[in-house]
């Protein structure tokens, strides 16, 4: 199965500043990647699809970049409601496999 | 508007089985396949099965094999995934998902003696 690594574990950050975080992927998995956000108590919410395109109503301070194995999501200006755990997902693949997560907290 | 909705929180004893549901509306059920996600109390996601809707096709997480079952009634736009032999590492919340996109609200299975 494919191994989805992301990095780092936690992310400090003063609101307003570029959060960017990594994602890994074992092996080559084209653009088949998607990234989530999830807060407390809630279902995961998807932020971009095919690595870098923006979910309905996801604002334009998420963005996406990569292809093949190395990916990354930057957050341009953190906003409050940014502060969240971040995963992605590949779907090139059976079975599905989502990285650890990075949790974005406030420095 | 798209909508999946999940049966109630459960509490299983170990060694049991739980059956969970997944009811859509909003679109055409058999259209789309139907994901099943769980997340262990402080931890990530972790992928346990698929189902294809239209013809029941499934695939399963190796880890889970043998003991998961998905399963899909048309006529009640309703996924069903149930997992059986539970142990205590099963307490989870399970989500049921279509595609990325939209996501039930989770069901709580707790398991304990």
């Known amino acids: 199965e494919i191994v989805m690594t992301q990095s780092p574990a936690t992310l400090s950050v003063s609101p307003g500043e570029r959060a960017t975080l990594s994602c890994r992927a074992s092996?080559?998995?084209?653009?088949?990647l998607v990234w989530y956000q999830q807060k407390p108590g809630q279902a995961p919410r998807l932020l971009l699809d095919?690595?870098?395109t923006r979910a309905t109503g996801i604002p334009a301070r998420f963005s996406g970049s990569g292809s093949g194995t190395e990916f990354t999501l930057t957050i341009s200006s953190l906003q409050s409601e940014d502060f969240a755990i971040y995963y992605c997902q590949q779907y090139s693949n059976w079975p599905r496999t989502f990285g650890q997560g990075t949790k974005v907290e406030m420095k | 508007q798209v909508q999946l909705v999940q049966s109630g929180a459960e509490v299983k004893k170990p060694g049991a089985s739980v059956k969970i549901s997944c009811e859509a509306s909003?679109?055409?059920?058999?259209?789309?396949?139907l994901h099943w996600v769980r997340q262990a109390p402080g931890q990530g996601l972790e992928w346990v099965g698929w189902?294809?809707?239209?013809?029941?096709?499934?695939r399963y997480a190796q880890k889970f094999q043998g003991r998961v079952t998905i399963t899909r009634d048309i006529s009640a736009r309703t996924a069903y995934m149930e997992l059986s032999s539970l142990i205590s590492q099963d307490t989870a919340v399970y989500f049921c998902a279509r595609g990325a996109g939209y996501w039930g609200q989770g069901t709580l299975v707790t398991v304990s003696s």
């Open positions: 189902i294809d809707t239209d013809n029941g096709n499934t």
């Open positions: 909003g679109y055409t059920f058999t259209d789309n396949a």
């Open positions: 095919d690595a870098s």
């Open positions: 092996q080559s998995i084209g653009s088949y």
